[in-house]
């Protein structure tokens, strides 16, 4: 980004704030573009340690003068923040970004007053590192600046990609939103599995943590479906398949769709809770 960045206000300073911020500040915003309204002091003194931007205890003072407001607070609470900011940013109309889970963009505009310009965005904790997975989507409001605005904002923090349907976004917040916790589980079990069989626990974890590095550098870097990647693994009768074949009587798929599907309810119930 260049020193024509948007002026970007976050409302919340918590987990996703910060790792968006880092990821921004890591591609060249200036932190005097950037301000954060969270009540926890402490929260708010480590973003200004580690990012050196400008924090505020209340959201009405991080958003005056903000082109773009990202709504950084957890799902629950956003009706209430929403409700505060919109009389107080009617009248310049900024964007709006909101990451919380299972809130749709109608509601975000009825709670800020109406007519507001607004991206969903669900981005997941790699966005930490730059290595991010966002889903986008925008309302008839959004110009196409705005639009680009939001997606230089997440693409700071890895990859984006924009839905054609808002209620597909429940099907990404299954899958790319939560989905790191799906990997971390993989690798904790496999380190278990592996202490189970002899290897000490610092071991297992560095070998079970850097095959999962392996594996998603693979995946990206080669191009390659997964389904071919996986066979190259596996020698006919031998190690490989025999635990593939444990996974099958498992029904390994079934339990993973089964998990994704518990999540999309869980998305539409968030949803229809406000
Ligand atoms: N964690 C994840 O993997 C992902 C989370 N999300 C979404 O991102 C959003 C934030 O999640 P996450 O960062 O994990 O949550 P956190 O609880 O870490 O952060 C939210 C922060 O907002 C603060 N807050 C509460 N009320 C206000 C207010 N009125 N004004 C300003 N700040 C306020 C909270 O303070 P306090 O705790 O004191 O109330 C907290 O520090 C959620 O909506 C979630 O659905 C999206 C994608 C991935
Ligand atoms: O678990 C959650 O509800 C949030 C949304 C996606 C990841 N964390």
Same mark, same amino acid.
């Given at each position: 980004?260049?020193?024509?960045?948007?002026?970007? @206000?976050?409302?919340?300073?918590? !987990?996703?704030?910060? +790792?968006? &911020?880092?990821?921004?500040?890591?591609? *060249?915003?200036?932190?005097?573009?950037?301000?954060?309204? #969270?009540?926890?002091?402490?929260?708010?003194?480590?973003?200004?340690?580690?990012?050196?931007?400008?924090?505020?205890?209340?959201?009405?003072?991080?958003?005056?003068?903000?082109? /773009?407001?990202?709504?950084?607070?957890?799902?629950?609470?956003?009706?209430?923040?929403?409700?505060? /900011?919109?009389?107080? &940013?009617?009248?310049?109309?900024?964007?709006?970004?909101?990451?919380? @889970?299972?809130?749709?963009?109608?509601? &975000?505009?009825?709670?800020?007053?109406?007519?507001?310009?607004?991206?969903?965005?669900?981005? !997941?904790?790699?966005?930490?590192?730059?290595?991010?997975?966002?889903?986008?989507? @925008? !309302?008839?409001?959004?110009? @196409?600046?705005?639009?680009?605005?939001?997606?230089?904002?997440?693409?700071?923090? *890895?990859?984006?990609?924009?839905?054609?349907?808002?209620?597909?976004?429940?099907?990404?917040?299954?899958? +790319?939103?939560?989905?790191?916790?799906?990997?971390?589980?993989?690798?904790?079990?496999? #380190?278990?599995?592996?202490?189970?069989?002899?290897?000490?626990?610092?071991?297992?974890?560095?070998?079970?943590?850097?095959?999962?590095?392996?594996?998603?550098?693979?995946?990206?870097?080669?191009? #390659?479906?997964?389904?071919?990647?996986?066979?190259?693994?596996?020698?006919?009768?031998?190690?490989?398949?025999?635990?593939?074949?444990?996974?099958?009587?498992?029904?390994?798929?079934?339990?993973?769709?089964?998990?994704? #599907?518990?999540?999309?309810?869980?998305?539409?119930?968030?949803?229809?809770?406000?």
């Amino acid at each position: 980004m260049s020193h024509t960045d948007p002026a970007v @206000a976050f409302v919340g300073g918590g !987990n996703m704030a910060h +790792s968006l &911020i880092g990821a921004m500040t890591r591609t *060249g915003t200036a932190p005097a573009r950037i301000q954060v309204a #969270e009540p926890d002091a402490a929260r708010r003194a480590q973003l200004a340690r580690d990012f050196g931007v400008a924090v505020h205890a209340e959201a009405v003072d991080a958003v005056a003068g903000a082109d /773009l407001v990202v709504l950084a607070v957890k799902p629950q609470v956003l009706g209430a923040v929403c409700a505060a /900011l919109g009389p107080r &940013i009617a009248a310049r109309r900024p964007l709006l970004v909101s990451i919380a @889970a299972g809130v749709r963009i109608d509601q &975000i505009d009825t709670w800020l007053g109406g007519g507001f310009p607004i991206v969903r965005a669900m981005p !997941n904790t790699p966005a930490l590192i730059g290595a991010g997975a966002t889903g986008l989507i @925008a !309302n008839a409001a959004a110009t @196409a600046d705005q639009r680009a605005q939001a997606e230089a904002l997440l693409t700071a923090a *890895g990859r984006t990609a924009w839905i054609a349907r808002e209620d597909l976004m429940d099907a990404v917040t299954a899958l +790319s939103g939560s989905g790191p916790a799906y990997f971390f589980l993989l690798v904790e079990a496999l #380190e278990d599995a592996a202490v189970a069989h002899g290897l000490p626990r610092e071991t297992a974890r560095a070998l079970a943590t850097q095959t999962c590095l392996g594996a998603g550098r693979m995946l990206v870097e080669s191009g #390659e479906p997964p389904a071919t990647l996986r066979e190259r693994v596996t020698s006919p009768g031998g190690t490989t398949q025999a635990a593939l074949e444990a996974f099958a009587a498992g029904d390994f798929r079934r339990l993973v769709g089964q998990a994704v #599907e518990a999540a999309v309810q869980r998305g539409r119930a968030l949803s229809a809770a406000h």
